[in-house]
């Protein structure tokens, strides 16, 4: 009798606790906060939160985060913003998911979402389905910000709208690391500064050592009607990944992105290692990619497979000085006033600027661009299994022979495209 009341003892003490759901209201939820435990989740009735979210030394585990969410997600609850606290507060966090919710900002000056920069880490945060909108008292106020070292966050399916910057990931002076993220279906719109800005990496911590590269996809970056007071700021712009060591493999993945409307910079500035492919660009008022030196220099880069319509430069490359690395531009479809400048170029069809395409439904923008014009002919064989390794290229599974230039229209873009708030 004594070994089975051990045996079980010791099967209690070894199983993992079990998981709570938690029903909160805007009353009672900050109490329960202090309660959650892997595993477990915080389920928000509706209702208006004045209190905000502050996420401070909690801990999930792999395959069991931490999860707050609306209770019912038709129903979001609305976290409204108070004087000189960021709404969504993260401090020493790992394995969070924070889903379904409100964030107004009501032009507080502050931040929606921060992982702040006294926090030691914030690591495996899944931000989604969030409504953020109205931080834009200036364009330092963000709508998701990372000032603490940040590893393996998911930022999906959110709204960002009427904000000073949708997202800025990373130091200003290069250090607190973003690494390994996936940027997914965002929208973002009417910010006074950056949709999105990463910003350059001095250093990266040795846990780090493997390659881990972000991924920026399906996401929609429009600076179109961006509100009075906004800031000549691209709408995406990525700094360099660290130039030696720990980090210095790895690589920025954008694609499948719509770039749309900048009044006063390019759509895209990048430098660094960076892959952009699959992308359209559209801009009625300047130019649209721009790799040029910023921090760093241009790095290692493949430009290909992107629909770039804009009024002034298409795609620009500038290198700098003897650097020994190479920007490879190949199979675009690019309209514009100057379509080319530099980089490595093949296989690309440069067109003149077609002003008439931009009232084109996206999946009738490169029909619109080659009407008139010879079909164009298919990519080659050895550059379609070089391109084959980047992930969710178009060459995967055509039925119909290689690809010819230009991007494609993903079925994910298109429902970031037509998403509601």
């Not at 029903?23 to 892997?38: G, I, M, S, T, V």
């Not at 969410?69 to 401090?91: D, K």
């Not at 130091?171 to 910003?199: M, P, W």
């Not at 010879?374 to 084959?388: I, K, Q």
Request: aromatic share 8%; glycine share 8%.
């Amino acid at each position: 009798m004594r070994r089975i009341v051990c045996a079980l003892l010791v099967f209690c003490l070894a199983a993992p606790a079990m998981a709570i759901d938690y029903h909160a209201n805007p009353d009672d939820y900050r109490h329960l906060l202090r309660r959650l435990q892997p595993g477990d989740r915080l389920l928000l009735a509706p209702g208006d939160y004045l209190q905000g979210l502050p996420l401070h030394h909690l801990s999930g585990r792999a395959g069991q985060p931490i999860v707050i969410e609306s209770g019912n997600p038709t129903a979001r609850p609305r976290f409204i913003a108070r004087p000189r606290v960021n709404t969504v507060s993260l401090v020493d966090v790992r394995y969070v998911s924070v889903r379904d919710l409100e964030l107004d900002g009501q032009n507080q000056p502050v931040d929606a979402v921060k992982a702040e920069g006294h926090s030691r880490f914030a690591d495996f945060i899944t931000l989604e389905r969030l409504y953020i909108h109205d931080y834009a008292a200036s364009q330092q106020n963000v709508g998701i910000s990372t000032k603490c070292p940040a590893f393996g966050w998911v930022v999906k399916d959110n709204r960002i709208e009427r904000v000073g910057t949708g997202m800025y990931f990373g130091d200003a002076d290069g250090s607190d690391a973003f690494v390994s993220g996936v940027i997914e279906s965002n929208r973002i719109s009417h910010t006074l500064g950056y949709s999105l800005q990463i910003k350059h990496q001095k250093i990266r911590a040795a846990e780090y050592a493997d390659r881990h590269d972000t991924v920026i996809r399906y996401n929609v970056f429009s600076k179109q009607g961006a509100p009075a007071g906004a800031q000549p700021r691209p709408n995406v712009l990525l700094g360099h990944l660290p130039l030696t060591g720990v980090g210095s493999a790895d690589r920025y993945l954008v694609y499948g992105n719509l770039f749309w409307h900048n009044l006063g910079e390019a759509l895209l500035q990048a430098e660094g290692r960076v892959a952009v492919y699959d992308n359209l660009f559209v801009n009625r008022s300047g130019d649209a990619i721009h790799i040029q030196p910023h921090n760093d220099v241009p790095r290692d880069m493949a430009i290909f497979s992107n629909t770039v319509l804009a009024s002034g430069e298409g795609i620009r490359v500038r290198r700098a000085g003897n650097a020994a690395y190479r920007q490879h531009v190949i199979g675009n479809v690019v309209a514009a006033a100057i379509p080319f400048q530099g980089g490595e170029a093949a296989h690309n069809l440069a067109l003149a600027y077609r002003a008439d395409c931009l009232s084109n439904s996206l999946s009738g923008l490169n029909p619109c661009l080659l009407a008139g014009h010879p079909s164009p002919r298919r990519l080659p064989d050895a550059l379609v299994r070089e391109l084959a390794v980047y992930p969710d290229w178009q060459s995967a599974g055509l039925p119909d022979g290689n690809p010819t230039p230009g991007a494609r229209l993903p079925a994910a873009l298109v429902r970031t495209v037509g998403a509601a708030p």
